[in-house]
């Protein structure tokens, strides 16, 4: 209803100051709405729905090096799934995406709590956690990679001061590796998720704080059992925020770890890459994209649609 | 707004494209654009050489570089699928290529090629991989090897090391320089350097008959022999020798561990020198170059090369013919390698100039028995060599493997990538 108010006088300025002149027809608002809705939705449907087909059309031909059409059924994905470099980078997507989007979140919001209670120089703090954001994963890559490196990075760094056993070199352990991913993320991203819930925190209605002091409610259980659940939404667009930042992670493996050693540190956004651009493997390159979507839609799919669901029957 | 910002790009390279090709007049006839990833301070300066020759006879070069080997060629391939091929190209010569030719994307030079009399100059191996169908569809530019073994002469002699000729003396050598405090092996740690170690071992162990048909034939025999496992076993024992912050280090990195004294070996290509010369050090000199410890003298080869657009206007015809004889014109090949560090791919040019090194690669080469494809691109198809880059990295990376393990999962990555 309130879009149809706000949209009628639109409607009269693309008249063109010539309010005299009264067109004859008139579409209904909803109707002009739509039809200028239409380049977006060719745009995306062309763009992002057709080359959804057509990337899964790709993954079941021979391609290599150009798309051809000589259909092998699911011979790529047989191949995909007997590959090991696969599989890696499949499990270090779900090491990476669980302490990626927990760390951000945990962190983000205690900085958020923590700023929130009136912490002296906010204004610092908040330029201080926020800055990393303003930087590309391919620097925060670079500049973790010199700090992890273990000649001389941090644990040079601690060893020159006296702590001559001091190890920290998972940077270069194939099975710790994919950790230095998660710390450089979540170092790059804790600022944003702070950001949100800080707006979150300060959207909360005063009264409800009011009232918890005058019942004399503690104020980790005002958090824990009424601040928390109020900021509901605000956790689901950091979650979808988040994985939407881990599923295309590629810059900050790239220029981290370079997916090593060996492709320890490998994801599967970066192995379709590989495979797309170096390797001339179109076909199998096109089957793990393909599946990539099936692991998002498989991942988020339901809680997506929970909660729409809700919210729809909330209204 | 991404999106948007390339569209506008785009538009704008157009509007320059028509407004040039309009505005060009018909007497600049031999105007080609030459699309290249050789962008770095010496790289560049070495193609400069060529592109002199090429404006001196006539032609105007429009420079198009693309930073990165696999960038520039996706982005060549990208435009031989939208029909607007560049008249010249940098591409590696191969499989990939052939694949490309076949679908009617790439220019064959073979006039040039017969004219210039290619087939009696050209070394075997190379000649056969830059043809398709028997006609020339490249211009073969320079030969790399990756077989060398770089060593600091003065860590060396402290150590009271000799040049090792073997890989056992180069593992006892490695141990005393360990127990010494050095680095033995200065190796950066991408999959591609560990290849190139891997297959410097392989030769040097297995021999060049034996490299020739694990890779040249990709013979499943040989895959699975003795000789592989061998292969294996001493390319585990380089593990020890190696620094903690090895993985992920560039290859130029490691020129420099080796340079400043830090590391004794660096087993890599002759790129290095171009690290080298530019630290002011003359190849041969304070840091010495040997082909690595091997049982027979070979060469492992790796190819830079030009490549032609299709296309049926005249003009870029004769500036592609015109850029053919350049490549392969005897002074343009001294000027170009001296630079670049690499040899001439002409077996009949030697020049005084070159450094010692080189001078042992031109010599190396003079018996094609020698003469070894590369894995990095040179030969085999590219799924191929990813493969082999993966299997040798793996291996590399995870020291509980056994050389069995190892020998098993080269020949079963292979395997499902051919």
Same mark, same amino acid.
């Given at each position: 209803?309130?879009?149809?108010?706000?949209?009628?006088?639109? !409607?009269?300025? *693309?008249?063109? #100051?010539?309010?005299?002149?009264?067109?004859?027809?008139?579409?209904?608002?909803? /109707? *002009?709405?739509?039809?200028?809705?239409?380049?977006? *939705?060719?745009?995306?449907?062309?763009?992002?729905?057709?080359?959804?087909?057509? /990337?899964?059309?790709?993954?079941?031909?021979? %391609?290599?090096?150009?798309?051809?059409?000589?259909?092998?059924?699911?011979?790529?994905?047989?191949?995909?799934?007997?590959?090991?470099?696969?599989?890696?980078?499949?499990?270090?997507?779900?090491?990476?995406? /669980?302490?990626?989007?927990? #760390?951000?979140?945990?962190? #983000?919001? *205690?900085?958020? @709590?923590?700023? $929130?209670?009136?912490?002296?120089?906010?204004?610092?703090?908040?330029?201080?956690?926020?800055?990393?954001?303003?930087?590309?994963?391919?620097?925060?890559?670079?500049?973790?990679?010199?700090?992890?490196?273990?000649?001389?990075? @941090?644990?040079?760094?601690?060893?020159?001061?006296?702590?001559?056993?001091?190890?920290?070199?998972?940077?270069?352990?194939?099975?710790?590796?994919?950790?230095?991913?998660?710390?450089?993320?979540?170092?790059?991203?804790? &600022?944003?998720? +702070?950001?949100?819930?800080?707006? &979150?925190?300060?959207?909360?209605?005063?009264?409800?704080?009011?009232?918890?002091?005058?019942?004399? !409610?503690?104020?980790?259980?005002?958090?824990? $059992?009424?601040?928390?659940?109020?900021?509901?939404?605000?956790?689901?667009?950091?979650?979808?925020?988040?994985?939407?930042?881990?599923?295309?992670?590629?810059?900050?493996?790239?220029?981290?770890?370079?997916? &090593?050693?060996?492709?320890? %540190?490998?994801?599967?956004?970066?192995?379709?890459?590989?495979?797309?651009?170096?390797?001339?493997?179109?076909?199998?390159?096109?089957?793990?994209?393909? +599946?990539?979507?099936? /692991?998002?839609?498989?991942?988020?799919g339901p809680y997506l649609y929970r909660e729409i669901h809700k919210s729809r029957g909330a209204r | 707004m991404r999106v948007s910002m390339l569209m506008t790009g785009l538009g704008t390279g157009l509007a320059v494209a028509v407004a040039t090709g309009l505005a060009a007049p018909a007497a600049t006839a031999q105007t080609a654009e030459v699309l290249h990833w050789w962008t770095s301070g010496g790289e560049s300066a070495a193609l400069g050489e060529v592109r002199s020759a090429f404006t001196a006879r006539g032609g105007t070069w429009n420079d198009t570089p693309i930073a990165g080997g696999a960038n520039a060629r996706a982005a060549a391939v990208n435009r031989m699928i939208g029909n607007d091929a560049p008249a010249i190209f940098q591409f590696s010569i191969g499989e990939q290529l052939k694949e490309l030719a076949a679908q009617g994307f790439v220019g064959d030079v073979q006039e040039v090629a017969a004219a210039g009399g290619w087939d009696a100059v050209l070394p075997p191996l190379i000649a056969r991989i830059a043809k398709e169908d028997g006609k020339y569809i490249a211009a073969p530019l320079n030969i790399h090897g990756e077989n060398w073994m770089f060593y600091n002469t003065a860590v060396l002699e402290k150590a009271g090391v000799a040049v090792p000729k073997t890989w056992p003396e180069f593992l006892e050598a490695a141990g005393r320089l360990k127990a010494a405090g050095v680095t033995p092996i200065a190796l950066g740690g991408q999959p591609w350097q560990e290849r190139v170690l891997f297959n410097t071992v392989l030769l040097g162990v297995g021999g060049r008959e034996h490299y020739a048909k694990v890779y040249g034939d990709l013979d499943e025999a040989a895959m699975e022999s003795d000789a592989m496992l061998e292969a294996f076993s001493t390319f585990a024992a380089l593990r020890g020798f190696v620094d903690e912050g090895s993985p992920g280090r560039r290859w130029n990195e490691a020129t420099a561990m080796l340079m400043r004294g830090d590391a004794a070996f660096q087993f890599t290509g002759d790129w290095a020198k171009g690290e080298l010369v530019a630290a002011g050090i003359e190849p041969g000199t304070a840091v010495g170059c040997m082909l690595a410890p091997a049982k027979d003298a070979a060469y492992i080869m790796a190819v830079d090369a030009f490549s032609f657009g299709a296309t049926s206007d005249p003009q870029v015809k004769a500036a592609q013919k015109l850029m053919a004889e350049v490549i392969m014109d005897p002074q343009v090949q001294i000027a170009f390698n001296r630079r670049k560090g690499s040899i001439p791919v002409r077996t009949d040019v030697t020049d005084p100039g070159f450094d010692s090194c080189a001078k042992l690669a031109i010599a190396t080469i003079k018996d094609p028995a020698t003469h070894l494809v590369s894995t990095g691109l040179f030969g085999v198809s590219s799924a191929v060599s990813g493969a082999i880059d993966d299997a040798i990295s793996q291996f590399w990376n995870s020291p509980s493997m056994t050389p069995e393990q190892g020998r098993s999962l080269f020949v079963q990555t292979i395997g499902d990538a051919r």
């Amino acid at each position: 209803m309130s879009h149809a108010e706000q949209s009628r006088p639109a !409607i009269l300025m *693309a008249d063109g #100051g010539a309010p005299a002149v009264r067109p004859r027809w008139r579409l209904a608002p909803l /109707t *002009a709405a739509r039809i200028a809705l239409i380049p977006a *939705a060719v745009i995306t449907i062309v763009c992002f729905y057709a080359f959804i087909v057509w /990337t899964f059309v790709i993954s079941l031909t021979r %391609s290599r090096l150009l798309p051809v059409y000589d259909f092998v059924g699911f011979d790529q994905y047989r191949r995909l799934f007997a590959s090991a470099r696969w599989w890696t980078a499949m499990e270090n997507l779900a090491i990476h995406g /669980t302490l990626f989007i927990a #760390g951000c979140t945990v962190a #983000g919001y *205690a900085l958020a @709590i923590m700023i $929130d209670r009136g912490v002296r120089a906010e204004g610092f703090f908040r330029t201080v956690f926020m800055l990393p954001l303003s930087m590309s994963f391919i620097v925060t890559g670079l500049i973790w990679q010199w700090m992890l490196n273990p000649v001389f990075g @941090i644990q040079d760094a601690v060893r020159d001061l006296g702590w001559e056993g001091f190890v920290f070199n998972w940077i270069v352990q194939p099975d710790r590796a994919i950790y230095t991913l998660a710390i450089a993320g979540i170092w790059q991203q804790v &600022g944003l998720c +702070m950001a949100l819930f800080l707006a &979150g925190l300060r959207g909360v209605d005063p009264n409800v704080w009011k009232a918890a002091r005058i019942d004399g !409610i503690p104020t980790w259980r005002v958090y824990t $059992d009424i601040v928390t659940p109020m900021l509901r939404p605000v956790f689901f667009t950091v979650f979808v925020l988040l994985s939407a930042l881990v599923m295309k992670s590629f810059d900050l493996v790239v220029a981290l770890t370079g997916g &090593g050693p060996g492709f320890a %540190s490998d994801l599967p956004a970066r192995f379709v890459v590989d495979h797309i651009l170096n390797r001339q493997e179109l076909g199998l390159g096109a089957a793990g994209a393909f +599946m990539m979507l099936c /692991t998002v839609v498989a991942v988020i799919g339901p809680y997506l649609y929970r909660e729409i669901h809700k919210s729809r029957g909330a209204r | 707004m991404r999106v948007s910002m390339l569209m506008t790009g785009l538009g704008t390279g157009l509007a320059v494209a028509v407004a040039t090709g309009l505005a060009a007049p018909a007497a600049t006839a031999q105007t080609a654009e030459v699309l290249h990833w050789w962008t770095s301070g010496g790289e560049s300066a070495a193609l400069g050489e060529v592109r002199s020759a090429f404006t001196a006879r006539g032609g105007t070069w429009n420079d198009t570089p693309i930073a990165g080997g696999a960038n520039a060629r996706a982005a060549a391939v990208n435009r031989m699928i939208g029909n607007d091929a560049p008249a010249i190209f940098q591409f590696s010569i191969g499989e990939q290529l052939k694949e490309l030719a076949a679908q009617g994307f790439v220019g064959d030079v073979q006039e040039v090629a017969a004219a210039g009399g290619w087939d009696a100059v050209l070394p075997p191996l190379i000649a056969r991989i830059a043809k398709e169908d028997g006609k020339y569809i490249a211009a073969p530019l320079n030969i790399h090897g990756e077989n060398w073994m770089f060593y600091n002469t003065a860590v060396l002699e402290k150590a009271g090391v000799a040049v090792p000729k073997t890989w056992p003396e180069f593992l006892e050598a490695a141990g005393r320089l360990k127990a010494a405090g050095v680095t033995p092996i200065a190796l950066g740690g991408q999959p591609w350097q560990e290849r190139v170690l891997f297959n410097t071992v392989l030769l040097g162990v297995g021999g060049r008959e034996h490299y020739a048909k694990v890779y040249g034939d990709l013979d499943e025999a040989a895959m699975e022999s003795d000789a592989m496992l061998e292969a294996f076993s001493t390319f585990a024992a380089l593990r020890g020798f190696v620094d903690e912050g090895s993985p992920g280090r560039r290859w130029n990195e490691a020129t420099a561990m080796l340079m400043r004294g830090d590391a004794a070996f660096q087993f890599t290509g002759d790129w290095a020198k171009g690290e080298l010369v530019a630290a002011g050090i003359e190849p041969g000199t304070a840091v010495g170059c040997m082909l690595a410890p091997a049982k027979d003298a070979a060469y492992i080869m790796a190819v830079d090369a030009f490549s032609f657009g299709a296309t049926s206007d005249p003009q870029v015809k004769a500036a592609q013919k015109l850029m053919a004889e350049v490549i392969m014109d005897p002074q343009v090949q001294i000027a170009f390698n001296r630079r670049k560090g690499s040899i001439p791919v002409r077996t009949d040019v030697t020049d005084p100039g070159f450094d010692s090194c080189a001078k042992l690669a031109i010599a190396t080469i003079k018996d094609p028995a020698t003469h070894l494809v590369s894995t990095g691109l040179f030969g085999v198809s590219s799924a191929v060599s990813g493969a082999i880059d993966d299997a040798i990295s793996q291996f590399w990376n995870s020291p509980s493997m056994t050389p069995e393990q190892g020998r098993s999962l080269f020949v079963q990555t292979i395997g499902d990538a051919r």
